[in-house]
């Protein structure tokens, strides 16, 4: 655990300590205006069990949460879809954050023979594959340029992939980095990276679009805004085209209701890896961040992520997608 790790896990747990003592205080000073009495000893003890359940639900997270999976399975039925692609399997995988893997290899091997095990035509990945600069990916190679499928895998750029959270570099040097990551995707792991670009795929005598955008964060959280949907979506108007962004807000903001694109598919929420029976504090700030999202004819689907940038997830389980195009 590092230090940050640890000074959070502190600070969280002093927070959790200290919420039943405040209400005891603040008892105590009423009790104190009626000349009553109020027992310190059930606070003290509320402090011990919510510190012991904090530690648990961590722990718990910590070793098994974060990295076991879930397949969800939903089907995509639009006119758009051509007639050709009528049972297109798309699988989406979002938000790796490879730092977090570090000596957990198998557990990723794992997640590869996962989603080969499902026989894709296309995965999609929407971004956030480091957390903070290339040499994460280094060790990983040789497990993630075994991901396949019949149209290959399909990628783009989250916001972690840019660098923003290494301090003291100057542009040339963050430059650097970044186009380290976009060739070691586009060689060494052999992925399809977009960045402002399309895929057109053909099947028979039907055409695909795939659109890849740079990060378009329009929400909360604007550190970068790269993305370029209207010279992306050029030369594909007769096209079904399916969107990859890494935020989410970018949907709404420059999508639904301004384009014509069917599918959206993002990552970078993480149902800020934790959800209690249903419930994600990730609404408060996006809101779309998990899962399903349909206006009129427009779909947005969140994958909440197979990785994350703490070690530990509660409740929200690391995600594949399985999205199964129908037309009707």
């Known amino acids: 655990m590092g230090r940050f790790m640890i000074f959070l896990m502190v600070m969280v747990s002093l927070f959790w ?194 659109l890849g955008v740079e990060n378009q964060s329009c929400g909360a959280h604007q550190i970068i805004r790269r993305g370029k949907l209207r010279e992306t979506m050029e030369g594909t108007d007769d096209m079904m085209r399916i969107l990859l962004s890494h935020d989410p807000s970018h949907w709404r903001a420059e999508v639904v209701g301004q384009t014509d694109i069917p599918l959206t598919l993002s990552g970078h929420t993480h149902a800020m890896q934790f959800r209690i029976l249903g419930f994600t504090p990730s609404k408060w700030i996006y809101p779309e961040c998990d899962g399903r999202y349909d206006e009129g004819d427009q779909t947005l689907y969140v994958n909440i992520g197979l990785g994350g940038t703490l070690p530990m997830r509660i409740g929200a389980t690391p995600e594949i997608t399985e999205i199964v195009l129908k037309t009707l």
């Open 17 to 210: 300590l200290l919420i039943p003592q405040l209400i005891y205080v603040i008892g105590w000073l009423g009790a104190k205006l009626i000349h009553g009495h109020l027992s310190w000893r059930p606070f003290a003890w509320a402090s011990l069990m919510v510190l012991t359940l904090w530690w648990g639900l961590y722990l718990y997270g910590h070793y098994w949460g974060r990295f076991t999976h879930e397949v969800k399975r939903i089907e995509f039925v639009s006119r758009r879809v051509p007639q050709d692609y009528d049972g297109y399997k798309i699988v989406h995988i979002s938000d790796l954050h490879l730092d977090g893997w570090r000596n957990h290899e198998k557990r990723l091997e794992e997640v590869v023979r996962t989603v080969n095990g499902m026989e894709p035509d296309l995965i999609c990945f929407t971004g956030d594959l480091v957390s903070f600069d290339y040499r994460e990916l280094v060790p990983f190679v040789p497990v993630l340029k075994q991901f396949h499928a019949r149209d290959g895998v399909v990628s783009i750029l989250g916001n972690h992939d840019y660098n923003p959270y290494l301090r003291n570099l100057d542009a040339r040097k963050r430059s650097e980095l970044v186009d380290t990551l976009v060739r070691m995707q586009r060689e060494d792991l052999g992925w399809n990276l977009l960045l402002n670009e399309k895929l057109i795929l053909h099947r028979g005598k039907d055409s695909l679009a795939v």
